[in-house]
């Protein structure tokens, strides 16, 4: 059997090759090796048993192939709250925790004069946006919806696990005969595909090789296909008061938030993400609450 310190090693050194990083490297190694292997630094010389030799083994294998580590895991953390992920999902990004902190300063300070405010999540994917929302808001309705059947499966373990109580909903944002069993609400947030298929060739081959394509391209002649359905749908779903929030390509910012003005929505914000880019979106038919 290996030693634990040495398959480390290991594991390090070939994961730098692959990755060109080998920070990244060792923060990924170590990561599997936490959580699958149940050991943490500083590692011991001390051999692996069978059962932890094997795991290593497929660990190894399936890093080395390019799986992003939180597939590998079965886990990821998004606002400081452990989610089960899986290829049927997106591995949660900072960007989307920046969007949902925006989403929970609106809740704060009223997104309408419901004291019971309705959220409508839309495109759930493991439901990270609605499950840390309703923790949040306990008074809150929480619907959280997915083109995906495999997305909303992983979002229903994950909200059985928190123990919050979101109300799920199979639907395709862009056929609008899908809207019917929509709630009325008084937030929509959404982190929705906004990848042209122009700038595939630009993105790592473990996005490309694992993460679902339906949560990440879209069109390149239809970039705002999704956004443009938001406003659609917010005209007949969106409470007077209420407010759109989505995440975009840093490029579209200012494109999306003159699209919802066309669309009725004249009041409008965007913000920032940690690096500097336009990456978030909201607008309301009314002025904002300060």
């Known amino acids: 059997m290996m030693q634990i310190r040495a398959a480390f090693d290991l594991l390090v050194r070939d994961l730098a090759i692959a990755y060109q990083d080998r ?3 060792r923060s990924v190694a170590r990561i599997a090796f936490e959580d699958l292997l149940g050991v943490r630094e500083p590692f011991p010389n001390a051999a692996f048993s069978s059962r932890q030799q094997a795991v290593f083994e497929d660990l190894q294998r399936r890093l080395l192939q390019g799986e992003p580590v939180q597939y590998v895991t079965g886990q990821a953390y998004f606002y400081g709250e452990k989610f089960e992920v899986s290829p049927a999902v997106l591995i949660p990004r900072p960007e989307t925790e920046e969007l949902t902190e925006w989403a929970i300063q609106i809740l704060n300070r009223g997104a309408s004069a419901s004291e ?3 959220v409508l999540d839309i495109g759930a994917g493991s439901g990270c946006i609605s499950i840390i929302l309703k923790k949040k808001f306990s008074q809150a309705e929480v619907w959280a919806m997915d083109i995906s059947p495999s997305a909303l499966e992983v979002a229903k373990r994950n909200a059985a696990v928190h123990q919050a109580g979101i109300r799920f909903h199979l639907a395709d944002l862009l056929d609008s ?3 019917r069993e929509l ?8 982190n929705p595909p906004y990848i042209p298929e122009s700038e595939r060739q630009n993105l790592a081959r473990r996005v490309l090789d694992f993460e679902p394509g339906l949560a990440l391209f879209v069109p390149e002649e239809d970039p705002l296909r999704f956004y443009r359905a938001m406003g659609e749908l917010a005209q007949v779903r969106l409470k007077h008061g209420g407010s759109l929030l989505a995440e975009c390509h840093y490029l579209f910012a200012g494109v999306v938030e003159a699209l919802w003005k066309s669309q009725g929505f004249g009041f409008t914000e965007l913000r920032k993400d940690l690096s500097g880019h336009q990456r978030m979106v909201r607008a309301s038919r009314v002025p904002f609450l300060p």
Do not use: N
């Open 183 to 190: 709630p009325e609400a008084d937030l929509f947030v959404s």
């Open 23 to 25: 920070g990244e490297a």
């Open 116 to 118: 019971r405010p309705q």
């Open 177 to 179: 005969s899908d809207w």
